[in-house]
């Protein structure tokens, strides 16, 4: 874990199922830190999705990522990095599909997000209004 002066932190997660459980917890612990409890759930459940999504297509290291740009007062930025470099896209799953529709709850639940390349991957990326 890397954490300077309280605004910024992240986690490296090995790319296994206890992956989602670990990256949930830290990420509830870090916003009690905070003071931030009341975006805990929200940030926790968008978290698994795409901890999850990064699950079912990479094999490296999954990045999660926690920043308060002092620049955006009320905003928590949340990342999610994997080494796969194709952008996931947002699709409308029918009822009986079982899967497909995580980046639907992001798109729905964040103030704004979207998707960057990175040096070996990719970084999925939602903003949460601090209340």
Avoid: Y
């Amino acid at each position: 874990m890397i954490d300077t002066e309280g605004d910024c932190v992240e986690w490296t997660f090995s790319a296994e199922p206890g992956a989602v459980r670990a990256a949930r917890s830290a990420v509830r612990g870090r916003l009690h830190d905070w003071g931030l409890d009341c975006l805990a759930d929200i940030a926790a459940l968008l978290v698994s999705e795409l901890v999850t999504n990064a699950l079912r297509h990479a094999t490296g290291p999954i990045g999660v990522r926690l920043v308060r740009p002092a620049r955006l007062g009320g905003v928590l930025l949340v990342e999610v990095s994997d080494p796969i470099p194709d952008f996931p896209r947002e699709r409308i799953a029918a009822p009986e599909d079982e899967s497909g529709r995580g980046l639907q709850l992001v798109a729905h639940s964040s103030r704004r997000w979207g998707t960057r390349p990175g040096g070996a991957g990719k970084t999925v990326w939602f903003e949460l209004a601090v209340p």
